[in-house]
């Protein structure tokens, strides 16, 4: 089984519904991160958590929400899709300090907003 | 400016010869450097790191780093098909959170 585990893997869904986008994981990590991929744009960080009690903006939040239900568990909500959401979406995590840097992804939700 | 930036290629190279990939980046006090590689369709993964000026090799890989020039290097000797990939350099310039550059992808022609 994957360390990083994203549910669903793919997803088409219309203008305004709301989506929900899971990750568990079983590497024991604090931190936990949600990144969008676009072509030509590489990884854009959405959000990121450093411990159930602790979520932060990154970047590209507007339009986004997340919660971390546990230590192992951090979903990506869009609460009304549009469809410049539509991407490829990455949950990682990583541990602390130096470890920060070495990022272990799942395999990504593909996201299609018509 | 883009936090790092990459040239976005696509880089193709005959099979046996290196592949030279450059990566800037604006953050002065950045301290640690990582290079991703992404297979199409496929996730990132970590193959390089490098914290301090000069070279990191490992194995057919090396990585440069300049700190003072602010940029960050990636050689792939003697490359083979399955280097064909996107490569991503990351920089932290904190104890938080990557920024990632857009890409390069190589093509290694058989």
């Known amino acids: 089984d994957a360390d990083v585990t994203q549910t669903p893997r793919n997803r088409i869904t219309k203008t305004g519904k709301r989506i929900m986008l899971e990750c568990s994981q079983t590497?024991?990590?604090?931190?936990m991160y949600w990144y969008r991929q676009d072509p030509g744009l590489g990884l854009r960080l959405i959000y990121y958590?450093?411990?159930?009690?602790?979520?932060n903006k990154g970047e590209i939040s507007d339009g986004y929400s997340v919660s971390r239900q546990a230590q192992a568990k951090f979903s990506l909500s869009l609460e009304s899709a549009i469809p410049n959401q539509t991407a490829l979406y990455f949950c990682a995590t990583s541990g602390r300090g130096r470890d920060t840097g070495e990022l272990f992804f799942g395999e990504g939700s593909r996201l299609t907003v018509l | 400016q883009k936090e790092v930036e990459q040239n976005s290629g696509p880089l193709s190279v005959p099979e046996g010869a290196i592949a030279s990939l450059n990566c800037t980046y604006s953050d002065r006090g950045s301290q640690s450097f990582f290079w991703y590689r992404q297979y199409s369709g496929k996730s990132p993964e970590l193959i390089m790191s490098i914290y301090s000026n000069g070279d990191k090799e490992d194995g057919r890989f090396t990585a440069q780093l300049n700190k003072a020039s602010q940029y960050v290097s990636l050689l792939i000797r003697d490359s083979q098909p399955s280097d064909s990939a996107t490569y991503l350099c990351?920089?932290?310039?904190?104890?938080?959170?990557?920024?990632f550059g857009a890409g390069t992808t190589v093509t290694v022609r058989a």
């Open positions: 590497k024991g990590h604090d931190r």
């Open positions: 990351a920089v932290n310039p904190n104890d938080y959170k990557l920024s």
């Open positions: 958590s450093f411990d159930v009690k602790d979520i």
